[in-house]
């Protein structure tokens, strides 16, 4: 099977490089290809690619360029936050999270506490919103990071962070609020400043750029312990040669997303419509967020006696690539801990599948797609 003839509708997992991003990477790696810290006319050249990005990127965000490091990713970025200001603290502090956020943000929770590290996780209710309350009240004078994703990457559903991050600066202004805004980035204007985000972790392939290349926006109110360790570079925040060509990229589809944002947000809500309205007239199905606010990318649907992974593996078969929003243990489903903290009952939670759409959607995908999905359901039922 080509690749033209398989309809991928896998974006909030990665998504293709714009040719932009995959122009702009190439010619780095021809003309900037030098180490960015070396003293030559090279390096000069790859140090000026490499801060004329930085700028943009910044001003993408609403930030100071001195607030924006690269890394590898998002995951990167998350675990910095989250885990350097607790090591060798010899303060009591806490950290305040939620039991949705994605696995880069937990997993380092779970870490911090085998650490012997202060834990507090929010609950969410049924449509999978943070419960408000419950999270400030978790927030105390002892909180170093109030961490909370922007928007679910398995459902889409939006939190209020704006509001969220103002109301914990009054229990605590010491706080340092996090915010995991991989998924938003592709379907939301951010202002980190503007919503009261004192950090944030990004990642390029999320939005058309290339893997391996991430931000960590950090406020400058803020300052945290090194990660990375052996080297001056990214303004002495993290050593290592820096990904220039990376960089690069992702400033090329940043701005492409920019120039395009309204026509790609408006063509892929249509087909996320299109296609959710198909499947409801026919099938019993069920979808997540349907009445809240949620990403216009993202579509979490709940398949009525339908086993995801046989529906998954179907559906992959016929030409057409899902997933299912969470991972499998040794070859053995694995319920979704985002759905599992929806409180979305046992026989259902492994009848779900995430759908998500993104910048190269087509006219004509939604409904293509829900031909394919209605077909399958009907043959295994």
């Known amino acids: 099977m080509k690749t033209n003839d398989y309809l991928y509708l896998d974006h909030a997992a990665t998504t293709p490089m714009r040719e932009s991003a995959l122009e702009a990477f190439k010619n780095a790696e021809e003309f900037a290809y030098a180490n960015s810290a070396g003293g030559h006319e090279l390096s000069r050249r790859a140090k000026n690619l490499l801060e004329e990005s930085r700028d943009f990127i910044a001003s993408y ?17 998350d675990n910095w936050v989250i885990k350097a200001p607790f090591i060798n603290s010899k303060n009591s502090q806490n950290l305040v999270t939620s039991k949705i956020e994605h696995e880069a943000v937990l997993a380092s929770a779970e870490w911090l506490e085998t650490q012997g590290q202060e834990v507090n996780y929010a609950s969410c209710n049924e449509d999978g919103q943070v419960d408000i309350n419950e999270f400030l009240d978790k927030c105390n004078n002892d909180t170093a990071i109030a961490s909370l994703m922007y928007a679910n990457n398995e459902t889409g559903v939006v939190q209020q962070i704006e509001k969220i991050a103002k109301e914990v600066k009054i229990k605590n202004s010491d706080i340092l609020f996090h915010s995991d805004v991989v998924q938003a980035v592709s379907s939301e204007k951010l202002d980190f400043h503007k919503l009261g985000i004192d950090s944030a972790a990004v990642s390029g392939h999320k939005i058309g750029g290339p893997k391996g290349i991430g931000i960590m926006f950090l406020s400058s109110k803020y300052k945290l312990p090194n990660y990375f360790h052996g080297g001056k570079q ?24 920019q120039d395009n944002f309204d026509n790609e947000k408006k063509r892929i809500l249509q087909e996320r419509e299109i296609f959710e309205n198909e499947l409801k007239n026919v099938l019993e199905v069920k979808i997540v967020g349907e009445k809240i606010d949620r990403l216009c990318h993202i579509s979490n649907i709940q398949f009525k006696s339908v086993n995801s992974e046989t529906l998954m593996v179907a559906l992959d078969l016929k030409g057409l690539g899902v997933s299912r929003g969470s991972a499998c243990a040794s070859g053995a489903q694995k319920p979704s801990h985002v ?10 939670v492994n009848s779900h599948l995430r759908f998500s759409f993104g910048w190269n959607t087509k006219e004509g995908d939604g409904k293509y797609a829900s031909e394919i999905v209605i077909n399958t359901v009907k043959e295994i039922l």
């Open 61 to 77: 965000f609403g930030a100071a360029p001195s607030e924006i490091t690269f890394t590898s990713g998002g995951t990167e970025a």
């Open 234 to 257: 990214e303004l002495e925040k993290r050593a290592g040669t820096v990904n220039v060509s990376g960089v690069a990229g992702l400033a090329a589809a940043l701005k492409e997303h």
């Open 339 to 348: 759905l599992v903290a929806m409180n979305v009952p046992d026989i259902d």
